[in-house]
């Protein structure tokens, strides 16, 4: 295991050695970069948007059309989302709406022009497959095609797309190419010529598939088969989704097979045409068709029904869950929302102008930062909370784009521009952290670490973040002088380092042994355990070289909005952002100004700065229709999540 030594100067950044990649981490982090990349949400399907803070089982009844965008006499495809814009197939086309209000952003003609499935976004590319046999890949921004691959035979379900690689299937084989040039990496054909028709699903370094009767793992290097599993005589085998080292696959039953050998852990009989599995919060959700039918619900490690709702009838559509909401395409074509832990029928969309959306299957409702997206017989429709938006004035800050080439997620800058932040991994794979200094890049984690995220840099380089250890626990990180300490808050779960000042002040989150979570300080080689008066949940943000703290807390555990605040001289007051869903106060520098971002109830991001008791809002970056200020120096430089540096020194 290498270590990082990392040493800066107003004139001298060098790294005398570097780590490996590392998992995901959990931290009181804003759900600022979200995005709806693939069928299943991620490459594992899970369907589950676990960072979902807008909508709840409280407030989803109240949920109004927003926009629509058009794509002609084609069946939309599920949409998917990312880089403020909403992507759909239909009838030979690929379709861009700006997320915010469904402005028509490009079309473009898929390779054949016949039968476009569903796109799925990658970090090189927009990765689309067609009727006609072939994948092409397209500029998200512009639509431009960048490459075309003839693979042969038709493509009708939706790829995966992890870092580098898209997976797809053609009917006989699974396709794994490189997303970049279009790269055939390698081809799986079952020996006994079983029809592939399902989006494969990846887990780690293992690439799941199912056709015919049976469920294959293929190497993900390679395309090799490590195991097959024979589930019987199937009708409609849906695509796989995994989750804790489990495959759950849906059919003529529901099935679940351990993951690293294929062995079938259980089995339940909920009727025919079982969809693919939504696993959230260890609990798996499928709709079914006759002879019994509906939505039901089942304990993910024993299979133990857990309730059922007849409610949406026979859909073929597959559930997303987020926030402890169910949404499922009901059988007529209306939304319905029920509660994911009890089956409780929440309320239900249905378009006034007869547009019905499609229960067939591989359809799904994409549902991220509070807005809900459904496929209809012939537009995309985006549904969110009414506005309640105040007035507050507008500045202007100046953004450059950030070069970089991966999906990195910057978190900190300080006054020499040095910018801190986290890989993260689009599969189970492990995220690493990133320092991003005069154009170069390098990746570190904690030695010994499964995970590494990095959140605050300060001028004296020293690095704060959070790392997971093998037995899957989080804990904070400072790196002085080349030299990883571990920060761990005692009589404490887990707990991270989200700031660190010029004095070498440390701030973070912390979940102590009552599970609680509340913020620290670290003064003096002392730890200082507090959480905002009355709250349920506090999270910390950012300190200064005054001591001034900011941060977030909610009131209530679940369904509850989420608060700003400041703790100056011990004293705590609330910063809520005018009118917003949500308020983040992400950090505050020397001179006392604060950035960060607030949610609209329609579920869009846009970032604000707080400087001598004014509020600004700030303006978006250039071809970005959010904006999530994650970091600022004591030049007003602030740094977004979207990736961008934006001098807003001239603000006020």
């Not at 949409?79 to 861009?96: K, L, R, S, T």
């Not at 989750?243 to 690293?260: C, D, E, F, K, Q």
């Not at 703290?549 to 100056?568: D, L």
Request: charged letters at 15%; glycine letters at 12%; aromatic letters at 10%.
């Amino acid at each position: 295991m290498k270590t990082l030594c990392v040493a800066l100067s107003l004139s001298l950044f060098s790294v005398l050695a570097l780590a490996q990649d590392s998992s995901p981490i959990t931290k009181f982090d804003p759900p600022g970069s979200i995005q709806w990349t693939q069928y299943g949400f991620l490459p594992t399907h899970t369907s589950f948007n676990s960072r979902e803070t807008i909508l709840t089982r409280a407030n989803v009844d109240k949920l109004t059309f927003q926009w629509a965008g058009e794509v002609g006499p084609g069946i939309a495809s599920s949409p998917v989302v990312g880089q403020g814009i909403v992507y759909a197939a239909a009838d030979g086309m690929i379709f861009a709406f700006r997320a915010s209000d469904g402005t028509s952003l490009w079309s473009h003609l898929s390779c054949t022009g016949v039968g476009t499935a569903q796109p799925a976004l990658g970090p090189h590319a927009l990765l689309v497959g067609d009727g006609g046999g072939d994948m092409a890949a397209y500029d998200p921004v512009t639509g431009d095609q960048i490459w075309c691959d003839d693979i042969g035979n038709s493509i009708t379900s939706a790829p995966a797309v992890d870092e580098k690689t898209v997976y797809f299937t053609d009917g006989f084989e699974v396709v794994a190419a490189d997303q970049s040039t279009g790269g055939v990496l390698w081809r799986f054909a079952p020996s006994d010529s079983s029809l592939l028709t399902n989006t494969p699903a990846v887990f780690r370094d293992v690439v799941f598939a199912t056709g015919g009767n049976s469920v294959f793992a293929l190497d993900k290097r390679t395309g090799h088969e490590l195991w097959r599993t024979d589930l019987g005589d199937q009708i409609n085998i849906s695509a796989p989704s995994v989750a804790r080292n489990t495959v759950y696959v849906g059919g003529t039953s529901l099935s679940a097979l351990r993951a690293s050998d294929g062995h079938l852990r259980w089995t339940a009989d909920v009727g025919v045409d079982v969809t693919m599995p939504a696993i959230a919060n260890n609990r798996v959700f499928v709709n079914s068709e006759d002879p019994i039918f509906g939505l039901w619900a089942f304990d993910a490690n024993t299979g133990a029904l857990l309730w059922r709702n007849v409610m949406p009838g026979e859909p073929e559509s597959t559930v997303t869950v987020a926030n402890g909401v169910i949404f499922d395409i009901a059988e007529f074509g209306d939304l319905m929302m029920f509660n994911s832990a009890t089956g409780a029928f929440l309320g239900s969309i249905v378009d006034r102008k007869g547009h019905q959306s499609q229960p067939s299957f591989g359809t799904q409702p994409a549902v991220v930062n509070g807005v809900v997206y459904i496929p209809t017989s012939d537009r995309v429709e985006a549904f969110s909370l009414p506005s309640t938006q105040g007035g507050v004035p507008t500045g202007t800050c100046v953004y450059r784009k950030i070069p970089f080439n991966k999906m990195e997620h910057p978190s900190d800058i300080n006054d020499i521009g040095a910018i801190v932040g986290t890989v993260p991994s689009m599969t189970e794979s492990p995220n690493h952290a990133f320092l991003l200094f005069r154009g170069k890049e390098t990746l570190f984690r904690f030695p010994g670490a499964e995970a590494t995220a990095a959140f605050s840099i300060n001028n004296q380089a020293q690095i704060g973040g959070t790392f997971t250890t093998a037995a899957g626990n989080n804990r904070g990180y400072v790196v002085r002088d080349g030299v990883f300490h571990a920060i761990v808050v005692p009589h404490s779960k887990s707990n991270d380092v989200a700031d660190i000042n010029d004095k070498g002040d440390i701030v973070g989150g912390v979940v102590t042994n009552d599970e609680v979570s509340k913020g620290y300080l670290l003064h003096n080689g002392i730890f200082h355990i507090f959480r905002f008066p009355g709250a349920a949940e506090t999270g910390v943000g950012g300190i200064n070289k005054d001591g001034i703290i900011v941060g977030n807390y909610r009131s209530a555990v679940v369904n509850s909005p989420i608060h700003g605040f400041i703790v100056k001289n011990g004293v705590f007051s609330t910063l809520d952002f005018p009118g917003a869903q949500n308020t983040f106060l992400i950090k505050i520098n020397d001179g006392g100004d604060i950035v960060g971002f607030f949610v609209r109830p329609t579920g869009i991001f846009h970032g604000f700065l707080f400087h001598d008791g004014k509020l600004r809002e700030l303006n978006d970056p250039p071809n970005s229709q959010q904006n999530t200020p994650v970091g600022i120096n004591n030049h007003d430089q602030i740094v977004t999540g979207e990736g961008f540096v934006g001098d807003c020194h001239a603000l006020f």
